[in-house]
């Protein structure tokens, strides 16, 4: 089991996240064209502060929440494993997608 980071998130990448993750196991990468972040399942310990950070609510506590996107999450490690950290956008920018709301 392993925390999931669903559609939302696409097109938005604000990487905070990332930044909170103890065992750096959140990895960026282009997704559909998008800009997307990914947590590599085999790695996430679960610790739930990624979840917080979040400025969309774009992640999800377990695979059941989201099993289409914990798939993508798991497809997609290899490839994005090794990125560079992607920079972070201000968690108070407002979200460029019509349907992503900033949670306080
Ligand atoms: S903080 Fe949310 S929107 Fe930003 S990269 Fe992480 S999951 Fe995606
Ligand atoms: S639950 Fe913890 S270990 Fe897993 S991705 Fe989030 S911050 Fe990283």
Redesign the pocket.
Known sequence: M??VITDKCLGERYAV??T???????HPIDHKGEQFMI??PE?????????P?CPINA?V?TEDESPEWAKVNKELTPQCKNAPPAPERPRTDPPKKPGNKLVQ
């Open positions: 392993s925390y996240c990332a909170v993750c103890p065992v750096e196991c959140i947590i590599d790695v996430c310990i679960n610790c739930g502060l990624c979840l950070e992640i506590a």
